[in-house]
């Protein structure tokens, strides 16, 4: 943990050259989750007190996200696993556009087709279901259950 914590206090990037992709779409994403907990502590927590609580505190966690979500991506640890998962993502065979079009039709229509079928299912059973209902309630009059 506290080589964590020293990672954090240095100014360095650790291979700046590889990687930069994965980590500046990873430090944007840690910036904007930080981001909007700072936004709901702002609105549930701050709002009302003074001047400092309400602009100093949210502009000061701010500078502390930004610094955070830019030195955790250059965490040694951290950034050889962003480095190693730009690298696969560049080995991933992508569909074309019409690949992606027809398989995206295929799903659609499977989906469309499960849930009539779903839909003809659950008729079925709230039919078969009232029917025995009426059974049992006529059953049960007869013999002066109820």
């Known amino acids: 943990m506290s080589e964590f914590v020293a990672e954090l206090f240095k100014t360095g990037t650790y291979k700046s050259k590889q990687g930069k992709i994965a980590r500046i779409s990873t430090a944007i994403a840690i910036f904007v989750v930080l981001t909007a907990g700072i936004y709901q502590l702002y609105n549930s927590v701050l709002a009302g007190h003074g001047a400092f609580a309400v602009y100093g505190v949210p502009l000061i966690l701010l500078a502390l996200n ?81």
């Open 66 to 146: 930004a610094w955070f979500s830019y030195r955790v991506v250059n965490y040694a640890k951290f950034a050889d696993f962003l480095i190693q998962v730009e690298a696969e993502m560049r080995k991933v065979s992508w569909p074309s556009k019409d690949e992606l079009l027809r398989s995206s039709v295929v799903v659609i229509v499977v989906m469309l087709l499960l849930t009539i079928l779903l839909f003809g299912y659950d008729i079925i059973l709230q039919f078969l279901f009232r029917k025995i209902s009426f059974a049992m309630d006529y059953i049960a009059r007869a013999l002066g259950i109820f």
